[in-house]
């Protein structure tokens, strides 16, 4: 399965992923985030992301609205990650496409390791990272997976280089389907 395109999101794309974390049901937040979060703790969550030096990934559906996204915090001597993925789009290679997306975007800035915080019932969040090739210690309800990142090298950079055109180009595919989709919509609807 080819991965999905990942998009690299500035601020402008804040409401996206405002709405993306809204649309996680009760059960999905608590694993994101440790605890159930309210619609205002996400709004303020979301508030608070730093973009100057965060990263956020996400990709988009065919409907122009995120079905996964990652928050990469960036530390002194390493990058957390967290990663979100609707139900309806799981099982299609995001969760791994995010992760893969991030840890080279960390690679590239010359952070030296990746790290991921979840519960310990989130098996696909353990499974994902233990695929991510990180290594990860279960203990006491929560685990910790983590994985030391290589040097940049130029072949990483071109890579995160592409992988942003690729993404953009995708994104720009999708709106004209779904402009065209609108359109066909709007034209089939009988004159009232």
């Not at 791994?96 to 991030?102: D, E, F, S, V």
């Not at 992988?163 to 595919?173: G, T």
């Amino acid at each position: 399965m080819t991965p999905p395109p990942v998009q690299h999101l500035g601020s402008s794309a804040c409401d996206a992923y405002l709405d993306h974390l809204l649309k996680l049901g009760p059960e999905d937040l608590h694993l994101r985030f440790g605890t159930t979060l309210s619609p205002e703790g996400i709004r303020t969550y979301v508030g608070h992301i730093d973009f100057d030096n965060d990263a956020i990934f996400g990709v988009y559906g065919d409907d122009l609205s995120l079905v996964g996204a990652a928050h990469l915090a960036f530390g002194s001597d390493l990058a957390e990650l967290g990663v979100s993925v609707l139900s309806d789009a799981r099982r299609r290679g995001v969760g791994g496409a995010l992760i893969a997306r991030a840890a080279e975007h960390a690679r590239n800035r010359s952070t030296p390791r990746l790290y991921m915080h979840c519960l310990a019932e989130n098996a696909s969040m353990i499974r994902l990272a233990r695929r991510a090739g990180m290594d990860v210690v279960v203990e006491a309800g929560d685990a910790d997976a983590h994985v030391e990142l290589p040097p940049a090298t130029p072949l990483s950079v071109t890579s995160e280089m592409i992988a942003d055109r690729v993404a953009l180009f995708d994104y720009a595919l999708k709106s004209n389907v779904e402009t065209w989709r609108r359109m066909g919509v709007a034209i089939a609807k009988p004159p009232q």
